[in-house]
C-alpha cells in the first residue's frame, strides 16, 4: 500500500493538504462533499501538488510540515511541481469528458434553478473542476510563450450566472463556460469596460466549442487608440496577422463592422482595411476529439502562438507592454 500526501486548491483559492492510498478517488469525494469538512464549502477543489511518502507515519509527518509552511512557501512548492509535471507528462489537465458538453446541450433545455441544483455536481466535476486545472496549465505554458499574459483559475473563468438585469431573456445560466487568459497590468476586464487589453480567450459549450484572440468591443476612447496607432503603423498591424495566424484563423471576425468609415477618417487611407472594425478578434471552432482530450492544452498553445504578435501590437498600443519574464 502506497501513501500520498496531496494538496488540492479549493474554489476559494486556499490549498488544503491531506493524505490518502488514492489520491484520485479522494479527490472525488472531495467534490462530492465527502471528503474533509474543510472542502465541503470550498468544492470544487484540483490536485496542484502530489508526492509519494514511504508509509502512513511518513506521510502524516510531511502532511505537518506542509501545513506550518507559508501560503507564498506553498505557491512555490505548487508551481515547481507543476513546471516539473509540465516538462514530463504535461501537466494536470487530463481532458473534458463527454459529459461536459452533454450537460451544456440538457441545460438549454432545462434552464432553470431546480434543474441546476439537482445537476450541480455534474457541473462542477465535469466543467467547473477541469476548467480551473486547464487554467493553471495554460498559465504555466504562458509564462514561457508571453509572461505578460496569465490565467488565473478563480478569475479567469466566467461565472456560468447570466446577468439578467437588462436582458429580456431571465434564463438564469449560460449554456456555456468560457476563460480568459489576460495581460497582467490590463485586468480580467473584457468588452465595453475601461482598463481592458487583448487576450486569449477558450469557449466551451454542447455546441460550438472555439478559441480566440484579441480585444472584443472595447469602449470608445480604447477603440479609439486602436483606430490611433492602426493609422499610424498599417503595415506593422498587417504584419502580425501572418501566415500562421491566417492558416489557422483567416481573418478577423467581422461582427459589428461599420458600413462606413467612422467621423474623421478619410477614405483611401492605408489603414482603412481596418478602420470599420468595432472589435478586433480572431476565432476558430475547435473540432470534438481536440477539446475532448489530454491534448487540448498543446492545441491550445499552436493557437495562441499564432495569435501572440496580433494581442502584443494591440496591447502596445494600449500602452501594455511584452514582458521576457514573470
Not at 506542509?66 to 511541481?81: C, D, G, H, N
Not at 447570466?162 to 476586464?189: L, M, Q
Not at 466549442?209 to 492602426?230: D, Y
Not at 503603423?233 to 492558416?247: E, I, K, L, V
Amino acid at each position: 500500500m502506497t501513501w500520498h500526501v496531496y494538496m488540492v486548491r479549493c474554489a476559494d483559492g486556499s490549498l488544503y493538504t491531506g493524505i490518502t492510498t488514492d489520491v484520485r478517488a479522494r479527490l472525488a469525494k472531495h467534490n462530492f462533499g465527502r471528503g474533509a469538512a474543510y472542502t465541503r464549502s470550498r468544492a470544487p477543489v484540483i490536485l496542484v501538488y502530489e508526492e509519494r511518502a514511504a508509509g502512513r507515519s511518513a506521510a502524516l509527518r510531511r502532511e505537518w510540515a506542509l501545513k506550518q509552511l507559508q501560503k507564498s512557501e506553498k505557491e512555490s512548492l505548487v508551481l515547481r511541481s507543476k513546471k516539473e509535471r509540465l516538462a514530463t507528462d504535461g501537466g494536470d489537465f487530463t481532458g473534458f469528458r463527454p459529459a461536459a458538453r452533454t450537460f451544456f446541450r440538457r441545460l438549454a433545455r432545462n434552464n432553470n434553478r431546480d434543474w441546476f441544483e439537482v445537476h450541480r455536481a455534474i457541473y462542477e466535476t465535469e466543467i467547473k473542476a477541469p476548467l480551473a486545472a486547464l487554467v493553471e496549465d495554460m498559465d504555466v505554458r504562458l509564462a514561457r510563450l508571453a509572461p505578460e499574459i496569465i490565467g488565473d483559475p478563480r478569475r479567469s473563468v466566467f461565472r456560468i450566472h447570466r446577468d439578467v438585469r437588462f436582458s429580456k431573456d431571465k434564463s438564469p445560466y449560460k449554456t456555456n463556460a468560457g476563460c480568459w487568459f489576460h495581460h497582467r497590468d490590463a485586468g480580467r476586464i473584457v468588452g465595453e469596460s475601461e482598463g481592458g487589453g487583448a487576450g486569449f480567450y477558450f469557449h466551451l459549450a454542447g455546441a460550438e466549442c472555439l478559441v480566440a484572440g484579441g480585444i472584443w468591443m472595447p469602449p470608445r476612447v480604447t477603440l479609439a487608440r486602436i483606430r490611433a496607432a492602426i493609422v499610424d503603423d498599417p503595415r506593422g498591424f498587417s504584419r502580425t496577422m501572418g501566415p500562421a495566424f491566417r492558416r489557422r484563423f483567416g481573418a478577423l471576425s467581422e461582427e459589428r463592422m461599420l458600413k462606413r468609415l467612422p467621423r474623421g477618417f478619410d477614405p483611401g487611407d492605408p489603414a482603412e482595411p481596418w478602420l470599420r472594425y468595432q472589435s478586433f478578434t480572431a476565432s476558430r471552432t475547435l473540432k470534438n476529439d481536440e477539446v475532448l482530450g489530454a491534448r487540448l492544452p498543446a492545441i491550445l498553445l499552436r493557437d495562441f502562438t499564432a495569435l501572440l504578435p496580433f494581442v502584443r501590437w494591440i496591447n502596445l498600443a494600449l500602452g501594455y507592454a511584452p514582458a521576457d519574464r514573470r
